[in-house]
């Protein structure tokens, strides 16, 4: 089974594949699933800047295209060139809020080496969801 370490390798190779001319700033992710699957995310920029995506959430949107529930996802892994362990944006905190389970690690990292564990309920308090509708 991928660990914690290796999770942040993992993230830290899905980051070779951002996207970033406009920004400069890469951001790697990784999805382990229950069995032991690792798909991949990195922020994918465009000319028209709102169009551009963030590496959390493409690598959560790649695991469910690959057929993975909720459910099936084990831990999340972020990495960027940041002075702290990089900090997840609101719209993939919401995104994580939903589709991520609410206490399975997140483990935040940066190019230092320095890890930041935590989880969807942290980074998102009192989300707005689906009971809300
Ligand atoms: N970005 C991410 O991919 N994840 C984060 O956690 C923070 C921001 C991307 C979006 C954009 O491509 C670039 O980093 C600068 O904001």
């Known amino acids: 089974m991928i660990d914690e370490k290796q999770a942040v390798a993992l993230a830290l190779e899905a ?3 951002s996207y970033s001319p406009y920004s400069k700033f890469a951001v790697g992710a ?3 699933t229950n069995d032991g699957r690792v798909f991949e995310g990195a ?6 800047y709102g169009l551009s995506m963030c590496a959390e959430r493409n690598a959560i949107f ?3 295209m690959h057929g993975c529930h909720k459910e099936d996802l084990a831990l999340l892994s972020v990495i960027a060139d940041t002075g702290e362990p990089v900090s997840p944006c609101g719209s993939c905190r919401q995104v994580i809020s939903e589709l991520y ?3 399975k690690p997140i483990i935040l990292a940066n ?3 320095e890890v930041r564990k935590t989880n969807a309920k942290e980074l998102l308090p009192f989300a707005f969801d689906d009971q809300d509708l």
């Open 62 to 64: 790649n695991a469910y």
């Open 30 to 32: 990784v999805i382990v």
């Open 15 to 17: 980051r070779k594949k």
């Open 43 to 48: 922020n994918i920029e465009n000319a028209a």
């Open 101 to 103: 389970p609410a206490d």
């Open 111 to 113: 190019l230092k080496g």
